[in-house]
């Protein structure tokens, strides 16, 4: 998965903590997204980014915030975590139209 | 919408078994097809691609052909190893942003 860098790898939170995910890319691809994956519901889209300084909501944005920092980063939030948040989370970046996704090594959140 | 189903698993084969893995997709233009595999732990890999209708991708002995008739683009392999144990996943993009659309996913294992 050279390329996307996410941190950090593993977290706990309580309930009602807040935290920031980041990803950052070498790559200087235009598009990149975050998504979830939970047991039985493959990967879904949270928010993504088509470009610097855009962001869209994806299928499930409820309870984040993102924040495309610049062309190389993409940060996503939760400003008052809840257990259904626990999930395993995924940055990627694509570059160009149909082209494929590279993903980070992915982020492990569990709140408690 | 743009979607994409893939068979449940999980799948139990034995090793030098036959393989298949099916997918469809519903898409309103000309998507691009993906297989991913994810090994435990780890993010997503591309495994295979194909950009248009009756294409073939390939790559470690899987393949994948691109069939706009049926709208489906299944992963065969024809003698599977116990390291192909994973998490596989089929993926379409279309549209603008380069939105990704994952099915839920297949676990397969590989018993020697």
């Known amino acids: 998965n050279a390329g996307v860098t996410q941190t950090p790898k593993f977290q706990v939170l309580k309930t009602g903590q807040s935290m920031t995910l980041q990803c950052a890319q070498d790559?200087?691809?235009?598009?990149m997204y975050w998504y979830r994956q939970d047991p039985g519901m493959g990967l879904r889209l949270i928010y993504y980014?088509?470009?610097?300084?855009?962001?869209d909501k994806g299928e499930v944005p409820n309870g984040y915030n993102v924040s495309r920092l610049n062309k190389r980063e993409f940060s996503l939030r939760l400003e008052s975590a809840a257990p259904s948040q626990t999930s395993v989370y995924f940055c990627?970046?694509?570059?160009?139209?149909?082209?494929?996704?590279?993903f980070g090594q992915g982020t492990r959140l569990t709140v408690v | 919408g743009d979607s994409v189903t893939q068979m449940e698993g999980p799948v139990t084969l034995s090793e030098e078994a036959f393989l298949t893995i099916n997918c469809t997709y519903t898409?309103?233009?000309?998507?691009?097809l993906f297989w991913y595999v994810q090994y435990p732990g780890e993010g997503l890999q591309l495994l295979l691609k194909?950009?248009?209708?009756?294409d073939k991708g390939s790559n470690k002995g899987f393949e994948a052909t691109y069939r706009k008739e049926t709208t489906s683009f299944h992963l065969e392999k024809g003698s599977v190893q116990v390291s192909d144990s994973a998490v596989y996943f089929c993926?379409?993009?279309?549209?603008?942003?380069?939105?990704?659309?994952f099915g839920t996913g297949t676990s397969l294992t590989v018993i020697p």
């Open positions: 980014s088509a470009s610097e300084g855009t962001t």
């Open positions: 194909a950009t248009k209708a009756d």
């Open positions: 790559m200087n691809h235009n598009s």
């Open positions: 990627a970046m694509v570059g160009t139209v149909n082209t494929e996704a590279f």
């Open positions: 898409a309103t233009g000309y998507p691009s």
């Open positions: 993926a379409l993009s279309a549209g603008t942003g380069n939105q990704f659309y």
